[in-house]
């Protein structure tokens, strides 16, 4: 199985300050990548696909970059809105892997 | 609106079995491969089991092979997942997840539903 790393666990910042998640794979898997937004009680939402295609619908101030095995999710601005964990996963090959998560919070 | 609706989750003693089902509206249904993804709780995510549009491909995760059975009704626009032989380690809220991908090729989740909560316990 392809082991997704990603990191950090958790972090804290300020809103309008800009966050930083990454993910790393096991394995090269091209751009086979997607990122997820879930708040507390809820259902995961798709923010991203193929590694940096926004979701439609989903604002601008949330991006994803990177190829092969190591991969970045960026939200520019921080919004009180955006207070989730954020998972990445791969569709390279099954089964299809979910990082462990990354819990975001307000300063 | 796409729509994603889990039912059936409960109370069970290991060893039991469960039939979770999943009602989907607001897309065409036999368009789509359809995923169960499962979260243990305060866990991350897991993927368990993938059923092409027309349940010609299915695929399962290891943890849950020969155990699970998933499948569809596309003239009831319904999914299922029949769960056997269940164990503690599959205590976990079960989601229901329209597959992105095109044809028989899975690509990930794009629209979820809420979940139901499983309860694997004596």
């Known amino acids: 199985d392809i082991q997704m790393t990603q990191s950090p666990s958790s972090l804290s910042a300020s809103v309008r300050d800009r966050v930083t998640i990454t993910c790393q794979a096991s394995q090269d898997i091209g751009n086979y990548l997607n990122w997820y937004q879930q708040k507390p009680g809820k259902a995961p939402k798709l923010l991203i696909y193929d590694a940096s295609s926004l979701e439609t619908g989903v604002p601008s101030r949330f991006s994803g970059s990177g190829a092969g095995t190591d991969f970045t999710f960026t939200i520019s601005s921080l919004q009180p809105e955006d207070i989730a964990t954020y998972y990445c996963q791969q569709y390279d090959n099954l089964p299809h892997t979910f990082g462990g998560g990354t819990k975001v919070e307000i300063k | ?122």
Request: hydrophobic share 35%.
């Open chain 2, 1 to 122: 609106e796409v729509q994603l609706v889990e039912s059936g989750g409960g109370l069970v003693q290991p060893g039991g079995s469960l039939r979770l089902s999943c009602a989907a509206s607001g897309f065409t249904f036999s368009s789509y491969s359809m995923n169960w993804v499962r979260q243990a709780p305060g866990k991350g995510l897991e993927w368990t089991s993938y059923i092409s549009s027309s349940s010609n491909t299915i695929y399962y995760a290891d943890s849950v092979k020969g155990r699970f059975t998933v499948s569809r009704d596309n003239a009831k626009n319904s999914l299922f997942l029949q769960m056997d032989s269940l164990r503690d380690e599959d205590t976990a809220v079960y989601f229901c997840a329209r597959d992105r991908g095109v044809g028989a090729l899975p690509a990930g989740a794009d629209y979820w539903g809420r979940g139901t909560l499983v309860t694997v316990s004596s």
